[in-house]
């Protein structure tokens, strides 16, 4: 069936350096993305969304970018930082599946002092 | 503000018997509230999407009977998982939206471990 996946299942960056997450997703219905960090033991937790009609979004040293074309989906940290290390997910809606969210596979990132 | 909480955070039982977690919005009104499944190091799976004063909707292959899904308030679901056996355990993550608001975010609960014995 459509699914959300990623390509990295884990990603090892240095302190201080930038880290970009990526996520192909396959159902060309959805309209509005959202990425999540998931820190152990914990739910998740918001980072930043991104609807259909744009390509870029920025937040505070988080940015995603939508590439519908290729149906691909990036989350750049800059200056990425140890609190930074958890497990992110991105997660997809169909405009009509009522809210419902589908969720990738997750990317855990380890960000080493 | 947002704030979803979950109780208990974690929980150990003998097979056979039932828990109940519950997921509580403490400062909106959820007027839907969905439950997750997350088995280590996998992704979130979609149990179940309750409206408030409905029955809830299961994903395919989750089994309504073993885990039944009440939604009697716009501050409160619960998940019960009856009879659990070993393959039940899991983390147990609720989400819940405020629909009255117009507001389309799912704002998520820390989470319930279940380990069955």
């Known amino acids: 069936g459509e699914s959300v996946g990623l390509h990295l299942p884990t990603l090892s960056v240095q302190e201080g350096d930038n880290s970009i997450i990526n996520c192909a997703y396959s159902?060309?219905?959805?309209?509005?993305f959202i990425w999540y960090k998931q820190e152990s033991g914990k739910g998740p937790q918001f980072i930043i969304d991104?609807?259909?009609?744009?390509d870029k979004r920025q937040g505070q040293r988080v940015t995603v970018l939508l590439n519908k074309t290729v149906k691909h989906l990036s989350l750049q940290i800059a200056a990425t930082q140890p609190g930074d290390s958890a497990v992110y997910f991105c997660?997809?809606?169909?405009?009509?599946?009522?809210?419902?969210?589908?969720f990738g596979g997750g990317t855990r990132l380890m960000v080493k002092p | 503000g947002a704030v979803v909480s979950q109780h208990p955070s974690w929980v150990i039982c003998k097979s056979g018997t039932s828990v109940k977690i519950e997921c509580r919005s403490l400062?909106?009104?959820?007027?839907?509230m969905f439950w997750y499944r997350q088995f280590p190091k996998q992704s979130l799976m979609l149990m179940a999407t309750?409206?408030?004063?409905?029955?809830?909707?299961?994903e395919q292959g989750v089994e309504k009977d073993k885990f039944l899904i009440n939604h009697a308030s716009l501050t409160l679901s619960t998940l019960t998982v009856t009879s659990a056996h070993p393959e039940d355990s899991s983390f147990y993550i609720c989400?819940?939206?405020?629909?009255?608001?117009?507001?389309?975010?799912?704002?998520f609960g820390p989470g319930t471990r279940l380990t069955v014995l």
């Open positions: 989400s819940a939206r405020d629909g009255l608001a117009g507001d389309n975010e799912q704002f």
């Open positions: 400062d909106f009104q959820a007027t839907t």
């Open positions: 159902n060309s219905a959805s309209d509005y």
């Open positions: 309750s409206n408030e004063g409905s029955k809830a909707t299961y």
């Open positions: 997660a997809e809606r169909k405009g009509n599946a009522g809210n419902m969210l589908t």
């Open positions: 991104i609807r259909s009609n744009m």
